[in-house]
């Protein structure tokens, strides 16, 4: 018996993923399109625990056909993916693959936004959403034109230009 045999049996997956697997850590690994040409076609893997990722290939002659093409390059990413699953104990990050878009910000946090020039304080992240866009960001304005204003969007932060104020 699997510690994880309590999750739902089926749940929405994310769209574009097409193969999914739970590690030993709680995360996932998701298999998505990553390239299709006339002659290759290539699956990216990515672990949202660790963030490792792979790109698979079908490695199939010049002949093979787009179904064939893309049963060789799923297999390949099952392989990874079911390997990387089976020892990877990174727990998912609370905001999944949007980690690096929302960055350091936490609700109550104050920052300062170079794209707007303001600081700005975050009444609230959601990371499940399910419409465009998936995640979204709700702030109120502390200094400029619009001060006082709550406002959603989903720019994602820069490490080399936002700054964390508290
Ligand atoms: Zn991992």
Known sequence: MSTTA???AVEAWPEGVIARYLTVGG????????????????LQSTCWGCRESTLSSDGLSAYASSEERLAAALRAARQW?????ERCRALPHPFGP????IGPRRVSGRYYS?????????????????FWPP????????TGDRVG?????CTAWDAKRDR???
């Open 6 to 8: 309590a999750r739902p």
């Open 27 to 42: 995360a996932t690994v998701d298999t998505g399109a990553y390239e299709k040409t006339d002659r290759d076609t290539t």
């Open 81 to 85: 993916s079911q390997a990387h699953a």
């Open 98 to 101: 949007f980690a690096d878009e």
């Open 114 to 130: 170079h794209v707007s020039g303001n600081e700005y304080e975050v009444l609230d992240i959601q990371t499940e959403r399910s």
């Open 135 to 142: 995640w979204q960001i709700t702030v109120r304005l502390l």
């Open 149 to 153: 204003d709550v406002v959603s969007h």
């Open 164 to 166: 964390v104020l508290s």
